[in-house]
């Protein structure tokens, strides 16, 4: 008796075994399937269009990282900023990338909020970035602080 109870406690516990490693196998094949069909239809959207779209990194190099500082200053509303003399070359380089700040001298904590986006470049005067300049908090309104942007560019 006591050798059946036993007989069927392994045969039961085997029977859960296969059944986990089934399902496991099944879900990564599903998984490598998914993959699979993912890559065919990237590969027959590069046929359809000629375009691909890279997720991976690039290299760049030390020489084609520009930054700078533009000062804003105090403004009575939205507005448009113009900085030269960044250093690059390139009339489109790859990204452009801004952020509104204190003066790196001035620690003072405004409550204040902007949003700057890149309208356009050149290479005109060794580099020129167009930025907008918004305040978020009280849209419309001016500031009274002096206002920095800094730039960071790559080539």
């Not at 406690?9 to 986990?20: D, F, I, T, Y």
């Not at 105090?74 to 070359?89: A, E, K, M, S, W």
């Not at 405004?110 to 309208?119: E, K, L, R, S, T």
């Amino acid at each position: 008796m006591k050798k059946n109870v036993f007989v069927r406690v392994v045969l039961v516990a085997c029977m859960a075994v296969l059944s986990v490693t089934t399902t496991a196998l099944a879900q990564e094949e599903s998984s490598e399937a998914a993959a699979q069909k993912a890559a065919a239809s990237e590969k027959a959207a590069v046929a359809a269009t000629g375009q691909t779209a890279s997720s991976g990194a690039e290299y760049v190099s030390d020489y084609s990282t520009y930054v700078a500082n533009c000062v804003v200053g105090p403004r009575t509303g939205d507005t448009l900023v113009r900085c030269y003399n960044v250093g690059f070359t390139a009339s489109n380089p790859r990204n452009v990338q801004c952020q509104a700040r204190n003066p790196r001298t001035e620690f003072i904590n405004y409550p204040d909020q902007f949003a700057c986006q890149v309208i356009g470049t050149s290479s005109a005067n060794r580099g020129t970035v167009w930025i907008r300049v918004r305040r978020l908090d009280v849209p419309g309104w001016g500031w009274g602080q002096n206002l920095n942007i800094n730039l960071h560019v790559v080539q």
